[in-house]
C-alpha cells in the first residue's frame, strides 16, 4: 500500500477527533461506544485547542489524498502522563488501513521528530488486551507500569 508521512496542517487539525474516535480500544465482542464519548474532558485533553500548547506535534499518513491515519502528541495530564516534560501519544488509523506497516511509520517518524524538538522520551498509555503492545514494544517502547486494565509505556527519543 503507497503512503506518505507528512505533518499534519493546522486546518485539519479537527480531523484528530475521527483519530481519536478510531483510537478507543473496543475488546473483541463489545459494542462500539457512541460517538459522544470523545466529548468527555478526559478524552477532550487529547484535542481541545490542539496546536496551541507546549509539545502539540502531529503527523499523518496519507494515501491517495485521503488522510487514513494520524499520530500526536502533547503534554497533558492523560492515561499515560509521565511528567510535565514528557508528551503522552495518541495514534490510530481507518480500519482499512491497518496491518500494512503504516502505524509503526507514524510511531517511528513521530519518535524521531520530538527528537529532533529536544524531547527525552514520550509516553502513551495501552489496554493490555490491545493488539497494538506489539507495535509500540517494536518501535521501542518499554512498560514502566500498569494497572489492572493497562501499561503506561516509554520510549526514549534522544
Known amino acids: ?3 506518505s508521512i507528512r505533518p499534519v496542517r493546522e486546518s ?5 477527533e475521527d483519530f481519536l474516535f478510531e483510537a478507543i480500544f ?3 465482542g463489545a459494542a ?3 460517538r459522544e464519548i470523545i466529548k468527555q474532558p478526559e478524552l477532550q485533553v487529547y484535542v481541545e485547542n490542539f496546536g496551541k500548547k507546549q509539545g502539540d506535534l502531529a503527523l499523518c499518513a496519507v494515501s491517495g489524498e485521503k488522510i487514513v491515519g494520524a499520530v500526536w502528541g502533547r503534554i497533558m495530564n492523560d492515561y499515560g502522563h509521565i511528567d510535565d516534560e514528557t508528551p503522552s501519544l495518541a495514534i490510530s488509523l481507518y480500519k482499512d488501513y491497518r496491518g500494512h506497516g503504516i502505524g509503526t ?10 527528537r ?3 524531547y527525552k522520551r514520550l509516553s502513551l498509555a495501552v489496554q ?6 506489539k507495535l509500540y514494544e517494536k518501535v521501542g517502547f518499554k512498560i514502566v507500569s500498569e494497572n ?5 509505556m516509554i520510549v526514549n527519543s534522544d
Open 128 to 133: 493490555k488486551a490491545n493488539h497494538a503492545v
Open 32 to 34: 462500539p461506544p457512541s
Open 12 to 16: 485539519e487539525y479537527p480531523l484528530l
Open 1 to 3: 500500500m503507497k503512503y
Open 148 to 152: 489492572d486494565e493497562e501499561y503506561i
Open 26 to 28: 473496543i475488546p473483541e
Open 116 to 118: 529532533k524538538n529536544g
Open 105 to 114: 511509520a507514524l510511531m517511528r517518524a513521530v519518535i524521531e521528530e520530538y
